[in-house]
């Protein structure tokens, strides 16, 4: 039978020996350095990074509100970490239970808007809502991470047009007092160097649009929300949060009564966790938080 020839078998022992030695130095080392690097933490993001070229999880820096995971078995709220913001996806409802992300001045930009799609990345087997669900309905595409908050980039800005980050939001809302509070708190970081960070969702069922009231549009598979609420924490220009960050919490009917104007309809933070059943700033330290959550912002609206 033949044997196979080592290739050390030409050598003399001792080379053979400082060979070998060489080699378990060298695997010694590697080894060294992978377990070095697991265990040192993660680089500071600078703040001169947009968004989407950061780890995901920027978004949930002020909490998960729902205690969402990212188990397909957690349907109705399953967790998604996008590059340009974070949701929990309820696919019963089939609109998002809530929609987080971080804004900063390099997320704003000029980008075209986009067109909605269905978000394929849901696990199989999930409701994958298409932007013709909503035709007809008398409801607007209401995004919750708004296209403009996502304009420093056409990559940027086409993400927040998948239909997982949008709700069915009566016309006024959307196109009024919803968009108002939009723009302010893009305000804060254009012209007042802030970071803001976002979270925003649908509550109850049953909303007026264009067509009156409904619970539901595209064959009863998206639920029409009552009411939408947004909370904003605004954070200084080091993405500090103390007892006196200013946070801002809205709660807007869902309905054609939505004129012009956010500020009528600003609430504490503790109202919206009620409403909902969540619970914010959850990674924020509760003697902070705590008196965070309480307070109904009283800051200028303009």
């Known amino acids: 039978m033949n044997r196979s020839r080592s290739p050390l078998s030409g050598l003399d022992p001792r080379t053979r020996q400082l060979l070998t030695l060489a080699v378990i130095v060298v ?27 950061v780890d995901p999880s920027v978004h949930l820096a002020m909490g998960n509100p729902s205690g969402a995971t990212d ?52 696990p199989a087997g999930f409701k994958r809502v298409a932007s013709r669900d909503y035709s007809g309905s008398g409801f607007d595409r209401g995004h919750l991470c708004p296209h403009s908050d996502r304009a420093g980039t056409p990559e940027a800005s086409k993400a927040t047009f998948a239909m997982t980050n949008i709700v069915p939001q ?38 007026t649009g264009k067509n009156g009231l409904a619970d539901a549009i595209g064959n009863g598979s998206v639920t029409v929300p009552a009411k939408c609420w947004k909370v904003v924490v605004v954070a200084d220009d080091a ?41 914010f700033l959850d990674r924020v330290p509760p003697t902070i938080a705590n008196g965070l959550k309480a307070k109904v912002d009283a800051g200028p609206e303009r």
């Open 239 to 279: 993405d500090n949060v103390g007892p006196d960050t200013r946070v801002i919490a809205v709660v807007m009917p869902n309905d054609m009564t939505v004129g012009h104007g956010w500020g009528k309809y600003r609430t504490s933070v503790a109202h919206v966790e009620t409403l909902t059943g969540y619970t």
């Open 71 to 122: 188990d397909p078995a957690n349907r109705d709220n399953f967790l998604m970490r996008k590059p340009y913001f974070a949701l929990a996806y309820n696919n019963a409802k089939g609109t998002p239970n809530w929609v987080a992300w971080r804004l900063r001045a390099d997320d704003l930009g000029s980008a075209p808007r986009g067109e909605f799609f269905t978000d394929s990345t849901l």
């Open 27 to 53: 695997v010694a080392l590697a080894s060294w350095w992978v377990r070095h690097r697991e265990r040192q933490p993660a680089p500071p993001v600078p703040h001169g990074t947009p968004s989407g070229d």
């Open 170 to 207: 009566s016309p006024a809302t959307n196109q009024k007092a919803w968009n108002d509070f939009e723009e302010y708190c893009r305000t804060l970081v254009k012209h007042d160097g802030r970071t803001l960070h976002l979270v925003a969702g649908p509550a109850g069922q049953g909303g």
